[in-house]
């Protein structure tokens, strides 16, 4: 890894180049587990500018996104930082991590979620914000928000509902408990669960099987997905066909159509 201090300042963001096509992100702050403070959600915005703008010319397809240190991907909101707000102040901080969670969960490349430990409260928020989900058997996963006389406010109240149901979603946000990985997997939001040494092995394996597809493709399948969501049947299937119809005017897929009949693996070029 490069030099991460910033003018003396330890960095709480650690991007780093991983192979072709493929970054990854760590939240870096182990001995806080890795918690959203106000310096991590300032270098977590401005990451994300970056890769907003770089992400294509850069040809990146995939990111990976994960917790330093054994514990924890996300343990939450910094709860210290929170003590003592008024609520005009915690509603203004509420608005700031929901636009960096929008803004990472509309990044135009597949982000992946790598959860080695706790994420919970912001950090289950920051990997539901993530395309899918990776988990290690030691992930625990949990909106503790009611716990501290909370609710959530990153996103998961609406986010959770949407990806799990009301009733999944209510019973996390209600209960406040933690859940492994393997029960999130059965309720749905956890892809595979895999052994926590083979982690980050696993989130390459699916980062090089996503940015081996065509990526003009990848990108509209995140919009398709991320928009229908707020749509009717009717309104989202609308929308699915315009984007299949853009898909004909992009190198990539003559390239793919290509590929198959010529029976060779397609060079997509991200066009
Ligand atoms: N904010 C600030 N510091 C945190 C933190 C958080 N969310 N989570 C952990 N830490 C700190 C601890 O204070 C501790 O620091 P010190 O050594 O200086 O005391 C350090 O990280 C290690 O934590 P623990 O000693 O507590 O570790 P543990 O293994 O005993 O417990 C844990 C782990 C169960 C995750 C526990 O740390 C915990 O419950 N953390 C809080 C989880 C939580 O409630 N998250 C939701 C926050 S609110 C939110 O996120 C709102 C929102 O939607 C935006």
């Given at each position: 890894?490069?030099?991460?201090?910033?003018?003396?300042?330890?960095?709480?963001?650690?991007?780093e180049?991983?192979?072709?096509?493929?970054?990854?992100?760590?939240?870096?702050?182990?001995?806080?587990?890795?918690?959203?403070?106000?310096q991590?959600?300032?270098?977590?915005?401005?990451?994300?500018?970056?890769?907003?703008?770089?992400?294509?010319?850069?040809?990146?397809?995939?990111?990976?996104?994960?917790?330093?240190?054994e514990k924890?991907?996300?343990?939450g909101?910094?709860?210290?930082?929170?003590?003592g707000?008024?609520?005009?102040?915690?509603e203004?901080?509420?608005?700031?991590?929901q636009?960096?969670?929008?803004?990472?969960?509309?990044?135009p490349l597949v982000?992946i979620?790598?959860?080695?430990?706790?994420?919970?409260?912001?950090?289950?928020?920051?990997?539901?914000s993530?395309d899918?989900?990776?988990?290690?058997?030691k992930?625990?996963?949990?909106?503790?928000?009611?716990?501290?006389?909370?609710?959530?406010?990153?996103?998961?109240?609406?986010?959770?509902?949407?990806s799990?149901?009301?009733h999944q979603?209510?019973?996390?946000?209600?209960s406040?408990e933690?859940?492994?990985?393997?029960?999130?997997?059965?309720?749905?939001?956890?892809?595979?669960?895999?052994?926590?040494?083979?982690?980050?092995?696993r989130s390459?394996?699916?980062?090089?099987i996503?940015?081996s597809?065509?990526?003009?493709?990848?990108?509209?399948?995140?919009?398709?997905?991320?928009?229908?969501?707020?749509?009717?049947?009717?309104?989202?299937?609308?929308?699915e066909?315009?984007?299949?119809?853009q898909?004909?005017?992009?190198?990539?897929?003559?390239?793919?159509?290509a590929?198959?009949?010529?029976?060779?693996?397609?060079?997509?070029?991200?066009?």
């Open positions: 890894m490069s030099d991460h201090s910033l003018g003396g300042i330890e960095a709480t963001l650690i991007f180049k991983m192979g072709e096509h493929m970054g990854r992100l760590t939240l870096n702050r182990p001995q806080a587990l890795n918690a959203l403070n106000s991590l959600l300032e270098e977590l915005s401005a990451e994300l500018e970056r890769l907003e703008s770089q992400a294509e010319k850069e040809d990146l397809r995939v990111l990976i996104v994960t917790g330093a240190g924890a991907f996300v343990a909101a910094d709860i210290k930082e929170m003590r707000l008024s609520s005009d102040q915690a203004a901080l509420a608005r700031r991590g636009k960096i969670m929008g803004r990472l969960s509309e990044l982000v979620a790598a959860v080695n430990g706790f994420a919970l409260g912001g950090g289950c928020e920051l990997a539901l993530c899918f989900i990776l988990a290690s058997e992930a625990r996963f949990g909106l503790p928000e009611v716990s501290l006389g909370l609710i959530p406010g990153y996103g998961g109240t609406q986010r959770l509902s949407r799990l149901g009301a979603a209510r019973f996390l946000a209600l406040g933690m859940f492994s990985a393997l029960q999130m997997r059965e309720m749905g939001l956890v892809s595979e669960v895999v052994a926590p040494e083979e982690l980050e092995a390459l394996h699916w980062a090089q996503v940015a597809r065509g990526p003009e493709a990848t990108r509209r399948v995140k919009r398709a997905v991320a928009r229908g969501l707020d749509l009717s049947l009717a309104e989202g299937l609308e929308w066909a315009q984007l299949f119809g898909t004909f005017s992009t190198q990539d897929h003559h390239e793919g159509l590929a198959f009949i010529e029976k060779r693996k397609p060079q997509f070029k991200g066009q």
